[in-house]
């Protein structure tokens, strides 16, 4: 039964594969809320380890079952920022920053044309 604790973030990845496969890279609602839910699973139980961790205490390996599960837990959030960034969501180019970047300054002058 620890066991079964301790791998239930590891089950859920080939799932979580297979949905981001079938939501596509566009950015609309489905994906969004796809992307949102397996990143806020992971969170959520990083959030509440102490109570897996009560769960795990009847063990003999309970850090090795803790273990696994954080790294689950982590595995899935990986692969909720993948998503993002093949989704385009996460700043990953120079382009993304330009609001940031001061503008260059003038060297020089020219002017042209005949004056009167």
């Known amino acids: 039964r ?3 604790i301790a791998l ?4 859920q990845v080939p799932m979580n594969l297979f949905i981001m496969y079938m939501a596509g890279n566009t950015i609309s ?7 949102c839910m397996m990143a806020w699973r992971p969170i959520q139980a990083l959030m509440s380890m102490s109570a897996t961790f009560k769960l795990l ?7 090795l079952q803790g273990l696994v599960y954080f790294i689950g837990n982590l595995v899935g959030l990986a692969l909720a920022v ?3 960034q ?7 180019h120079a382009s ?5 970047i ?7 002058y020219t002017g042209g044309g005949i004056i009167l």
Do not use: H, N
Not at 87 to 92: A, K, N, Q, S, V
Not at 96 to 100: G, K, Q, T
């Open 2 to 4: 620890c066991w079964d």
């Open 8 to 11: 239930g973030p590891l089950k």
């Open 29 to 35: 609602i489905f994906p969004i809320m796809m992307v």
């Open 57 to 63: 205490e009847s063990s003999s390996q309970q850090w």
């Open 82 to 84: 993948y998503k993002c």
């Open 86 to 92: 093949s989704m385009g969501l996460l700043p990953t």
């Open 96 to 100: 993304d920053w330009l609001a940031f």
């Open 102 to 108: 001061e503008p260059p300054q003038r060297v020089e």
